[in-house]
């Protein structure tokens, strides 16, 4: 049974940072891609950033330059370290991965609110 677990969720102020994990069990995982999604309130999912499994990174434009993915194979963990937060980027955040069936984490809210 393929398992995707997040943490690192919660409220932090507009400029401040956030590192959001997920450890993914019953699957095989340094092989596969990864990727982290959004969604806000009455918004469609939207990826937020993606890592292949040789380390390749791609962002969308409004992360770039804040956020960083990276990944911990022997972990089995993908991390998604957020930087200079605004009220924007307030959304659940959900993990994904594809080998090849699409699984998705529970989700981890992020509120950045002053």
């Known amino acids: 049974q393929v398992q995707l677990v997040e943490s690192g969720g919660g409220l932090v102020q507009p400029g401040g940072s956030l590192k959001l994990s997920c450890t993914v069990s019953?699957?095989?995982?340094?092989?596969?891609?990864m990727a982290w999604y959004r969604q806000a309130p009455g918004k469609q999912r939207e990826l937020v950033a993606e890592i292949s499994r040789g380390g390749i990174t791609n962002y969308r434009d409004s992360v770039k330059g804040r956020f960083a993915i990276s990944r911990d194979n022997a972990k089995k963990t993908v991390y998604l370290q957020m930087n200079s937060l605004s009220p924007e980027d307030t959304a659940v955040y959900y993990c994904?991965?594809?080998?090849?069936?699409?699984?998705w984490g529970q989700g981890t809210q992020v509120t950045v609110s002053s």
């Open positions: 019953g699957s095989a995982f340094s092989i596969y891609p």
């Open positions: 994904y991965l594809d080998n090849p069936v699409r699984y």
